[in-house]
């Protein structure tokens, strides 16, 4: 019976190491620049609603909306501290708000051909509800989870770091978006699963099985984007940025870099789960044998194979339940819907994900019974 000790999980994780040092060694961390070409004068200001001047409904065609002007104490911007005069609904568009007074507001600052100002409300700021859920989710997390939930949360901050100071930027500057996810989830993996569930056996474990299923998933991630003949061109934001970056970017694959990260975020839970249950069932009964302790494992890993696979396809759904509303109703047929890409894109997410977190099950228990087992001889 193959048998994996931990010497060469030692192993393993010093090559991962050693990978990530040398490969980041060659890799710009800042972005290298920035296009430069002159553009008119434009400002983002931030203000605060403090009186309304006029509100009515107007008609534009056959259709009415909400017309409003305001009176707004700038509080943010080379304008602070000066009282503007800002239009809301001069034009016909969805979705109009009514604006009320206390309400903080994202303000465009631009000037016309002659040079007078002219101000476009564009958003509220949201900043500070944002904090607010931030600090009830920290402290939830420190009061449930003590040092593990503190050191989860270092965690996070860890991913975001990797992601925007160093994902981001890459790909930003052209490079390939799958080599820089790859690379960035071999930063993220060891960082974040020691900081969460500490330096031992179990993490171990966790990090080569998931670095396998993370390699299994991408080349068929890979495959299966080739094979359905996806672009990466089936959002506005990509389109978007396409132009904008002038065709610099590989959109087919950003597509596969989004699968692998997107992926990643769930493998944790399953890989270190699972390695923790070999432990604990281990730990209960020590006369279990290789085939009596991977087959009482893997009936474990049925359930959680069943509730991640149901999680992953509902997160996905979630995220795309606009989209999904405006084919519900449409008279074209199920099987033309899903041909389109946009709907393809997200089949192939999920099931390409699903296949990911199914194989980590076996692969993390495989692994995690042949180290106990090899152990006890």
């Known amino acids: 019976m193959f048998t994996v000790n931990m010497k060469l999980v030692r192993l393993f994780s010093i090559a991962i190491f050693a990978i990530i040092l040398s490969l980041f060694s060659f890799s710009s961390i800042q972005a290298q620049g920035e296009f430069i070409n002159e553009q008119p004068f434009e400002e983002t200001l931030e203000g605060t609603v403090i009186e309304i001047i006029d509100e009515k409904e107007v008609e534009t065609g056959d259709e009415r909306h909400l017309y409003q002007k305001l009176k707004i104490l700038i509080t943010k911007g080379s304008l602070k501290d000066q009282i503007v005069s800002v239009k809301s609904g001069e034009f016909m568009s969805v979705g109009i708000p009514r604006y009320e007074k206390g309400n903080k507001l994202v303000i465009s600052f631009t000037k016309d051909l002659e040079g007078n100002d002219m101000f476009y409300i564009t958003d509220y700021v949201r900043r500070s ?66 900081l969460s569930h500490g330096f031992n056996k179990k993490t171990h474990i966790a990090i080569i099985g998931t670095v396998i299923a993370l390699i299994i998933t991408g ?86 194979v069943s509730s991640m696979v149901n999680t992953l396809v509902l997160v996905y759904t979630g995220a795309t339940l606009p989209l999904l509303l405006l084919f519900i109703n449409n008279p074209r047929p199920f099987s033309e819907l899903i041909n389109y890409e946009i709907i393809a894109d997200e089949i192939v997410r999920t099931l390409v994900g699903s296949i990911g977190l ?11 019974v042949s180290i106990i087992v090899n152990k006890s001889r």
Do not use: C
């Open 129 to 194: 509800a944002l904090l607010w859920l931030f600090i009830i989710f920290a402290v939830l997390a420190v009061v449930v989870g003590k040092i593990w939930g503190i050191t989860s949360i270092l965690g996070m901050g860890f991913s975001f770091l990797v992601i925007f100071k160093f994902i981001l930027p890459q790909i930003i500057n052209g490079a390939n978006p799958v080599f820089i996810a790859i690379v960035g989830s071999f930063f993220i993996i060891p960082v974040t699963f020691y």
């Open 219 to 304: 080349l068929l991630a890979a495959i299966f984007v080739e094979a359905s003949k996806l672009t990466g061109y089936s959002s506005e934001e990509a389109a978007f940025l396409q132009f904008e970056k002038q065709g610099s970017i590989n959109m087919e694959g950003l597509l596969l870099a989004g699968i692998i990260i997107g992926t990643l975020g769930v493998l944790d839970d399953v890989t270190v789960s699972q390695s923790a249950i070999v432990f604990r069932l281990n730990e209960v009964n020590k006369k279990l044998g290789f085939k009596k302790l991977y087959k009482q494992a893997m009936m474990v890993g049925h359930d959680h």
């Open 358 to 368: 199914v194989l980590a099950v076996p692969i993390t228990t495989f692994l995690a």
